[in-house]
């Protein structure tokens, strides 16, 4: 198995990349059924508080990505708020509790058919988690879908079941229930298991990096650059 690169940026810094990600994750999406969601309005391409992080494999082809968006609170809604704000609008409240903290939001992950099984959504899960002390905020949310739920906990996030049916949302279409999740201390990740909150925490230390990684289809290196360019505010 050849050796994969995952790098992170600012995605209004590289239009390109962000044209790449958004086709890849839509042909993720279609093949499961799902063919438009809120974030496809495409807003976060123009977003200066949305950071990509991707994956590529040996040959350079984007074989995964994930976002994180630091939540503006002059313009820029996360995109939960925008998404469940329509099934329960008590999210707006809810991210408005951890204001002082910071707040951001882990969304949009993906990895395309020829990567299932290599481990690439959870290398992906835990360098996004990883750029937070980079981005400067210590409450990361998410929504989560029920299959991935395991990996969401094994970083750290925990379901809040304040909102709608306790927490569950049919979303992004009615045959799927997601959840709302949240780390309420990124910075020291209390509440990962100990494999991940190790693996993070070593990519804080070492953000570019390489180093072996495993999956269920055996073990793999990783070439990591997960320096951010941070918004000066």
């Not at 040996?58 to 995109?79: A, F, S």
């Not at 990996?151 to 799927?176: H, Q, R």
């Not at 494999?195 to 390489?210: C, F, H, S, T």
């Amino acid at each position: 198995m050849g050796i994969y690169k995952v790098e992170t940026y600012r995605a209004i810094d590289k239009p390109d990349l962000n044209e790449i990600f958004l086709r890849e994750h839509a042909n993720v999406l279609r093949d499961y059924g799902v063919t438009m969601i809120t974030s496809f309005k495409q807003s976060w391409m123009e977003n200066p508080y949305a950071h990509c992080v991707v994956a590529y494999n040996e040959d350079g082809i984007m074989v995964g990505g994930i976002r994180v968006h630091i939540k503006d609170w002059n313009k820029y809604p996360l995109p939960m708020e925008v998404a469940i704000a329509k099934l329960d609008e008590g999210i707006y409240d809810l991210v408005k509790r951890y204001q002082s903290q910071g707040v951001g939001e882990l969304c949009g992950l993906w990895n395309s058919k020829s990567v299932q099984g290599v481990g690439i959504s959870f290398m992906l899960t835990r360098a996004a988690v990883s750029i937070v002390n980079q981005l400067k905020f210590d409450i990361l949310m998410g929504i989560c879908a029920e299959y991935s739920l395991p990996m969401f906990k094994n970083v750290g996030f925990e379901i809040d079941t304040s909102l709608s049916n306790n927490g569950e949302f049919p979303y992004p279409t009615d045959e799927y229930i997601t959840r709302v999740v949240g780390i309420l201390k990124s910075s020291t990740l209390e509440t990962a298991n100990i494999y991940d909150r190790e693996k993070i925490l070593g990519l804080r230390k070492n953000p570019v990096q390489i180093r072996g990684e495993e999956g269920k289809k055996g073990n793999f290196k990783v070439d990591y650059n997960l320096i951010v360019n941070v918004l000066e505010k």
